[in-house]
């Protein structure tokens, strides 16, 4: 027996020691001192309601991501279209959305709903109308089940895209997640500079290459004369003394061409002004469609717009090859600095809103913080006072895995890069209370046992045998509904989850394993008929 609890007593002091290690880089004043210099950087991280910082609801458009992606389609359709020899006037997007394509020479038909078929299953034809000098009409429109996955990519797209950006600025455990009605929560603990994360992160980034029709009057649009297929937008050059102006441009609403298909974007300084600017690449299926759209629209002006915003409009020279271009504009070396960052990271596939915004200051946390030890406290405090007079030294070894079971729980915090938010630590509180229920069965299993005239040394194995099984069945019952809650739950319901799931893992360590030792070694040194405090 000795020999047993000689390696049982060796494993609890080495996952005590363990989890010291991992707890005191939390502890604050040790960081920064000689000893946590050699200590790991386990840091227990502070969710948003403790450590401040920014909560963001943004919105998702997801029709203009859908409008899009038609245009996209109706590039393709024609571009394809010629490659099988069949003529295709531009297509043009309407309300709906649908896609109007007009195809010369009514002899194609089979071939270029065959075309459809095979090529474009995302698209279904809504009517077709046979017109004058040999040309067919169709309306096309997406399908249902295209329209389902477009929507939900949308949505999982700028997850991603948002959490990229969020990762330049180094901010620990962001909070980033789907919500419903196309929205997206975003929570940034500790942000220090929340003003340029707004910017940052609410920047659509949405960069579109539209063609510019010079043969529209610009003070003719801004009085509503315009054409079916334009739009009314607005340039902003920047004169020899630096003064910004803006005049009106005329733009094709149809966008030629996207963002969606950068790879690295870069902000550089342009020689022979000394202006920012910033560099795109694109990848292979980009650089063939801006090769082809530089093709066909050679002496024509190529509007750059970020945002709904025409930054510059140069003149197409030639087809360019080699998928790269440039963005010209008033930018500083922050914004353009800024925007190599979103388009890096991606563009967003659609515009986003703010819909929500709240700061959570850091007093405000430390208040938080300074509430919760209080009521773990207190809790911890009226346990074991209870526990001490109750069951006496019992209840003095119940006590000291109590404190371990804390000890223990923020180490898993730890080692896990888990977040410890406010809910979590009403989880932390709730396993204090769990962890004492589990000594409680023992405890009166133990008497039970004394009482049937046992000894104390076989009353103990007894009682630990008989209890454990039932504390395994209700901790195992409670862990499998704290991953429900962490899997389908929000941000502060997961964190109460964590907690929780730590919390019994290490009071089912602490009340069976550790409690077990303490009572073998009280035991071993009295003689076998001796009374036990319990």
Same mark, same amino acid.
């Given at each position: ?20 290690? =991992?707890? #005191?880089?939390?502890?604050? &004043? !040790?960081?920064? $001192?000689?000893?946590?210099? +050699? ?5 227990? %991280? =502070?969710? #948003?309601?403790?450590?401040? &910082? !920014?909560?963001? $609801?943004?919105?998702?458009? +997801? ?5 899009? %992606? ?123 500079d929340p003003d340029r994360a707004i910017a940052v992160i609410g920047k659509t980034a949405h960069l ?167 009521a773990t406290g207190i809790a911890a405090l009226g346990i074991i006072v209870f526990m001490a007079l ?25 080692a896990f890069g888990a977040t410890l938010t406010l809910p979590g630590i009403a989880g932390i509180i ?105």
């Open positions: 027996m000795y020999r047993n609890l000689r390696w049982r007593l060796l494993l609890t002091l080495t996952v005590l020691l363990v989890a010291l290690i =991992l707890v #005191l880089p939390s502890v604050p &004043g !040790i960081k920064n $001192t000689s000893l946590g210099k +050699v200590l790991p950087d386990t840091v227990i %991280n =502070l969710g #948003l309601d403790l450590k401040g &910082g !920014i909560h963001l $609801t943004l919105g998702v458009d +997801v029709d203009k991501a859908i409008e899009n %992606n038609m245009a996209s389609l109706g590039q393709d359709l024609k571009a394809s279209s010629r490659e099988e020899n069949m003529a295709l006037l531009k297509p043009s997007v309407l309300p709906g959305p649908r896609l109007e394509a007009v195809l010369v020479g009514a002899d194609k038909q089979e071939a270029f709903e065959k075309l459809l078929q095979n090529q474009f299953s995302a698209l279904e034809i809504d009517a077709k109308e046979v017109q004058a000098e040999d040309r067919v009409k169709y309306l096309l429109s997406m399908t249902p089940e295209y329209k389902t996955y477009l929507s939900k990519l949308t949505i999982d797209q700028a997850v991603k895209t948002i959490r990229n950006r969020i990762d330049q600025f180094g901010v620990a455990e962001p909070d980033i997640r789907r919500q419903e009605g196309n929205r997206i929560q975003v929570q940034l603990p500790g942000m220090q579109e290459f539209k063609i510019v029709d010079d043969s529209v009057d610009p003070a003719s649009a801004r009085q509503g004369l315009l054409g079916p297929g334009r739009e009314l937008s607005v340039i902003t050059s920047r004169g020899p003394k630096g003064a910004a102006t803006e005049a009106p441009i005329v733009l094709l609403k149809d966008a030629v061409m996207t963002g969606e298909h950068i790879t690295d974007a870069r902000a550089t300084i342009e020689q022979n002004n000394n202006q920012f600017s910033v560099s795109m690449t694109f990848n292979a299926r980009g650089a063939k469609i801006f090769e082809r759209v530089t093709e066909d629209n050679i002496k024509k002006r190529l509007a750059i717009v970020l945002d709904g915003k025409c930054y510059s409009a140069p003149v197409i020279q030639d087809k360019i090859a080699g998928g790269k271009a440039q963005i010209t504009g008033n930018f500083s070396q922050d914004e353009a600095r800024d925007l190599a960052i979103v388009l890096r990271a991606g563009a967003l596939p659609a515009p986003v809103s703010v819909l929500e915004q709240r700061t959570v200051g850091p007093t405000l946390g430390q208040e938080s913080i300074d509430a919760g030890i209080m109750y069951y006496g030294l019992a209840g003095i070894f119940a006590n000291t895995v109590l404190l371990l079971n804390i000890v223990l729980t923020m180490a898993g915090l730890a709730l396993t204090i209370v769990m962890a004492v229920d589990a000594n409680v069965l023992i405890f009166e299993r133990i008497r039970e046992e004394l009482r049937h005239g046992l000894v104390p040394s076989e009353a103990v194995r007894k009682g630990y045998d008989r209890a454990t099984l039932t504390i395994l069945d209700s901790n195992t019952t409670n862990v499998l509904v704290a991953i429900i809650l962490y899997q389908f739950g929000t941000g502060p319901i997961r964190g109460f989850a964590v907690t929780l799931v730590l919390g019994i893992v290490m009071s089912m360590f602490t009340a069976i394993f550790v409690s077990r030792i303490m009572f073998d070694l009280y035991i071993s040194k009295r003689r076998a008929d001796s009374a036990v405090s319990i």
